[in-house]
């Protein structure tokens, strides 16, 4: 019914950038928060960043300055802009939203597949 697709991972050097995207699809009512969370080989999976649909954001305190989050309401899309990578931000990164669709009106979190990012030092 619902479907998360992540985009943007990938391989980049120790202080470069990159962008991920995550769109939502299927029989959606509304989305409430929008979010990425991350998970290391042997870590639990952690928050990264979320964003409510009023726009109101939340990080976690080792992207702060340097990782930023937003929504696209109209196309039911959340953006990461990680700037500054370090070697500690390698992980796989999964989006998640929690939404109600048109035939179940209690919120529910959904997940994408995750796309894996990896910071070479």
């Known amino acids: 019914q619902v479907q998360l697709v992540e985009s943007g991972g990938g391989l980049v050097q120790a202080g470069g950038s990159l962008r991920l995207s995550c769109a939502a699809s299927g029989r959606i009512f509304s989305i409430n928060a929008m979010g990425w969370y991350r998970q290391a080989p042997g870590k639990q999976r952690e928050l990264v960043a979320s964003?409510?649909?009023?726009?109101?954001?939340n990080y976690t305190d080792s992207v702060k300055g340097r990782f930023t989050i937003s929504r696209d309401n109209a196309k039911n899309t959340v953006y990461l802009q990680m700037n500054s990578l370090k070697p500690e931000d390698t992980a796989v990164y999964y989006c998640?939203?929690?939404?109600?669709?048109?035939?179940?009106?209690?919120?529910?979190?959904?997940w994408g597949r995750g796309t894996q990012v990896t910071v070479s030092s």
């Open positions: 964003i409510t649909s009023g726009g109101s954001t």
């Open positions: 998640n939203a929690r939404l109600t669709t048109l035939t179940n009106w209690t919120p529910y979190d959904y």
